[in-house]
């Protein structure tokens, strides 16, 4: 029973007042565990400054209530790691497989600087496999080294050669001005500077390679070209589907300094070779894509492959130089590509069993049309090449004169797949130490298959 108070209530019992304080403590360590975790809580907000904070407006809390508003914090971003080494530089590259013999008429027609697989015994081929690695090295230096994996010796098959390996050291902010150092292509010849990963024909034409076989060389070149008609020049070299085929940016304006014994071989005199090239694309105003350019080169060479008994100067060097021009209307759809050029150079002469400086002349013309089909593309194209005079890089410098007609389709499946079907009519003659009457004619049915990668 509870006692009466003065106000008539009941007293509460001795019992009863602890077991009240006893809940007033306990409420009291909740309350002290919750100021606990809002302070931990205050400690991560202050951490996150640089983070934009935003509040969700609730209800003010009654009064002697603990305030407890919900905060969202949105959470910062990532850093972005600085970039390492590597990702400035890229690497890539194409493989060419063929099939030199699908038809042949004459077996005993052959093209050395063609394709060597042209002639008796021979069936598939790996033409080329290239690996390019490629990048900047900082804001004013990139460097390309291309490698070849298709390459024989003594006989034997792929065996990897440096094809490319220069750096382009650039003078200037807009990069319009570079020097290229190092063994790259000359710039002599439109298709000698056209990758053959992009070139529709299977085989370069003798005229133009015959000026720089392999088509590159150890030197010096400078370039120039304004910065919009160097993204031009880019644009129109880019492979796969979406490309037009064009040779690459070797600038407006090309000078330069090199051997002149051509690619991977030894210097054998004392002299360089010196080239100049001026060459401009231009758009028209349907879009028409247009490139012209002339070239021209100077220097003497040295014939160091030679049959005993071959008569000529003592040291075998001989000049050899070059003008020619080029004229390129880009397939949309309907396509054109020629070159010419004359000169002079080391040429083997049957009449008398020796090497003397001759005259040399010709040229190529070539139309295309460009079908693009549901992200595929099917390009049919003809060429008609002639050439008469020497091979300064072969047997006794040989002889030529040539007569060759090219039909074929390529069809590009998707970027990374094409290929190539082409038939060849062939009238050349070719004639050193060994064979100094040696006339050939007869077709040929071949096929490419070409993985980019």
Known sequence: ??????????????????????????????????????????????????????????PA??????????????????????????DKYTLRGYAQVRDNRVYTS???????????????????????????????????????????????????????????LYADVFLDKKKEYRLRVGQSKVPFGWENMQSSQNRLALDRTDPINSAAPGERDLGVFFYYAPAKIRSLLATLATAGTGG?????????????VYNGQSVNRPEANNSVHTVARVNYPWQLKNGQLIEAGIQAYTGRFTVDTRT???????????????????????????GFQGEILTGKGPSYNPASNSILNRSLRGGYAQTMYMLKVKGQVLTPFYRYQYYSGGKKQELDARKYLVRDSDFGIEWQQSNFFEITGQFTHSDRTY???????????????????????
């Not at 002697?64 to 970039?83: D, S």
């Not at 037009?244 to 330069?256: E, R, T």
């Open 106 to 164: 004459n077996k005993s027609l052959t093209c050395a600087q063609c394709d060597a697989n042209i002639g008796n015994n021979t069936n598939f081929s790996i033409r080329r496999a290239r690996m390019i690695l490629s990048g900047d090295v900082n804001d004013h230096i990139s460097l390309y080294f291309q490698n070849d994996f298709a390459q024989t010796s003594n006989g034997a098959l792929h065996f990897g050669q440096i094809r490319d």
């Open 1 to 58: 029973m509870l006692a009466s108070s003065a106000w008539g209530q009941t007293a509460p019992t001795a019992a009863e007042v602890q077991a009240l304080r006893e809940q007033i403590a306990e409420q009291q360590k909740v309350l002290q565990a919750m100021q606990a975790a809002l302070t931990e809580q205050q400690k991560k907000l202050d951490a996150l400054t640089a983070a934009p904070v935003t509040a969700t407006a609730n």
């Open 244 to 256: 037009l085929k064009g040779s690459g940016d070797y600038g407006v304006v090309a000078l330069g």
């Open 308 to 334: 005993a008994g071959v008569k000529g100067p003592a040291d075998f060097t001989f000049a050899d130089r070059r003008v020619g021009a080029n004229f390129i209307v880009y397939p949309k759809p309907l």
């Open 61 to 86: 809390p009654a009064p002697g209530a603990l305030a407890t508003a919900p905060v969202k914090v949105q959470a910062a971003k990532p850093i972005p790691a600085a970039p390492k080494w590597y």
């Open 431 to 453: 004639e050193d130490a060994s064979k100094p009457n040696n006339r050939q004619k007869g077709n040929l049915l071949r096929i490419q298959f070409q993985v980019n990668y």
